[in-house]
């Protein structure tokens, strides 16, 4: 593809450079110009809104009327250089003097309607009627205080007794939930009927934003215990990014809101899990009915008791989501010949494409969001900000409930070719050693079928052919009436 793109450019060139030739010459031979840029809806960012800094969020609830509309402003601005040279890659930080290209429904005092100024630095001038004036920065995150402590009751009728939890910072972002934008797939599927096992601390069930969404689950370090309580935080934060409900107000957004969790505790203190508590965590998820299996941190697929468990897991048609290794380590296969199962290693990125850990090179073969990721906390569901691989692990599994919910006819290694097939490349390959297929696409997963976008493919390679047909033949008309100019100026100068 890259060496017909660099024949094109070329025969391009030479038609361009024949048809000049023939053009006549002189100082009454206009310019050409370029073309003028597009005329969009925009708004310049201002210090702050009525006394707040500025979010997307907020302006999208100002011109759009819904905050969930802040999606689509950020991906018509994401990547666009602004004037001060810097680029959006974390919805959370807005800078004063920032111009936000808007959609074409966008009303409201503070929008503007024409070509976007360029050149100096533009001040606001007309500000919105509140607005303060502008700052060197908006909306930039406060610095992270030390993790807070928070009691949590164990859920009613639950084993245990009250323990107090350790949960991310209270500094939010919800950079990840925009990039995901998964309610642009809500129209087709929301994950439900799909039930997702989340193997790591439980999850705390009492949390309004989880109601009616997890099942007792199990507590495997106890034997008899059940897993819908939580005293860590790090299970129900990836239950909350997975499953979170959408509708209560200010809490950060599931994936897929209408999927079951299936809580499976393998750890209750910190550090690993136990190989044995571990091992059975994953070949009770999936004799519990689970079809996508969400492995946490606590857990080490590198012991051989795990990697047995995934090997028999992997018998059955479960997608199992773990965190891309960080040591050197030989993936499971099959323990049976009939496989049908399939292992997908996530590696966790930031907001600007960093990676949360330093990962075996090669081993990624997706990114998701992993750094300052905004979930649920346990003991009241307050949102907090996360750093883990696992939230990754979260999302991706998310991503998974979704496709399963809408096309139940795929096998599970079928699932994981459609999120990595439908993956936006971040590297400089379509399989990056850092960043493997790129970073996963919801939307385009469930509305998007992997037939479509080769077909697509295939479109667009026969597209290249024509372009290349209609430059040659230009080439060829251009250089003919090279050759005829140059025989007709020997004739009439006896040349």
Same mark, same amino acid.
């Given at each position: ?42 708004? &310049? ?35 666009? &250089? ?31 309607? %024409? ?104 507590? !495997?370090?106890?034997?008899? %215990? ?37 809580? #499976?505790?393998?750890?209750? $203190?910190?550090? @690993? ?44 048609? #479960? ?29 966790? !990125? ?54 399963? @919910? ?8 079928? &699932? ?10 971040? $590297? ?17 997963? &469930? ?5 479509? =976008? ?25 250089? #003919? ?8 100026? =020997? ?5």
């Amino acid at each position: 593809m890259l060496a017909k793109r660099s024949i094109l450019a070329r025969l391009l060139a030479v038609a361009m450079a024949g048809c000049v030739l023939l053009a006549p010459t002189g100082p009454s031979v206009a310019k050409a110009t370029s073309d003028p840029q597009p005329y969009v809806k925009y708004y &310049v960012v201002v210090a702050q809104y009525q006394g707040q800094s500025e979010s997307l969020t907020a302006i999208a609830r100002r011109f759009l009327g819904s905050g969930e509309r802040s999606a689509e402003i950020y991906h018509l601005n994401t990547g666009r &250089v602004q004037p001060d040279g810097s680029r959006l890659t974390d919805p959370g930080v807005l800078k004063a003097g920032w111009q936000l290209v808007l959609p074409w429904d966008a009303a409201g005092e503070g929008v503007k309607y %024409g070509q976007l100024p360029t050149g100096k630095r533009p001040t606001p001038s007309a500000r919105p009627t509140g607005a303060t004036s502008p700052g060197p920065a908006v909306g930039s995150p406060s610095p992270s205080p030390s993790p807070s402590r928070t009691s949590a009751s164990p859920r009613p009728g639950g084993t245990g007794p009250k323990c107090t939890a350790t949960t991310g910072s209270s500094s939010r972002s919800d950079w990840a939930q925009l990039r995901m934008a998964a309610d642009s797939a809500w129209t087709l599927t929301r994950g439900n009927g799909v039930k997702v096992a989340v193997v790591d601390t439980g999850v705390d069930a009492t949390l309004q934003q989880l109601s009616g969404r997890v099942a007792v689950g199990a507590d !495997v370090t106890v034997g008899n %215990g059940r897993g819908d309580t939580d005293c860590l935080g790090s299970g129900t934060a990836m239950a909350g990014i997975i499953a979170g409900d959408s509708s209560v107000d200010g809490s950060p957004v599931g994936i897929a809101p209408d999927a079951t969790i299936l809580p #499976v505790r393998v750890v209750r $203190g910190s550090g @690993a899990a136990r190989a044995a508590d571990a091992a059975n965590a994953i070949e009770v998820a999936v004799s519990a009915g689970a079809s996508v299996v969400a492995v946490g941190s606590h857990v080490d697929l590198g012991d051989p008791a795990v990697a047995s468990s995934v090997a028999t897991a992997l018998d059955h048609d #479960v997608l199992l989501v773990a965190g891309a290794p960080t040591k050197a380590v030989t993936p499971p296969s099959p323990a049976g010949r009939s496989g049908g199962g399939a292992l997908l290693f996530a590696g966790g !990125v930031g907001a600007g494409d960093q990676l949360a850990e330093q990962y075996v090179e090669g081993a990624v073969e997706v990114v998701a969001p992993g750094v300052d990721v905004a979930s649920l906390g346990v003991g009241g569901g307050r949102a907090v900000s996360n750093t883990g691989t696992e939230f990754a692990v979260a999302f991706v599994a998310g991503q998974a409930a979704l496709i399963r @919910a809408a096309q139940p006819d795929l096998t599970a290694a079928q &699932v994981k070719d459609r999120i990595r097939s439908t993956a936006d490349a971040i $590297g400089a390959t379509v399989s990056d050693t850092k960043y493997g297929s790129g970073m996963i696409n919801p939307a385009a997963s &469930v509305s998007v079928s992997v037939g479509s =976008r080769n077909q697509v493919a295939s479109q667009q390679e026969g597209n290249t052919g024509a372009a290349f047909a209609v430059i040659l033949g230009i080439a060829l008309l251009c250089g #003919v009436g090279v050759v005829f100019g140059l025989r007709l100026r =020997r004739r009439r100068f006896g040349g």
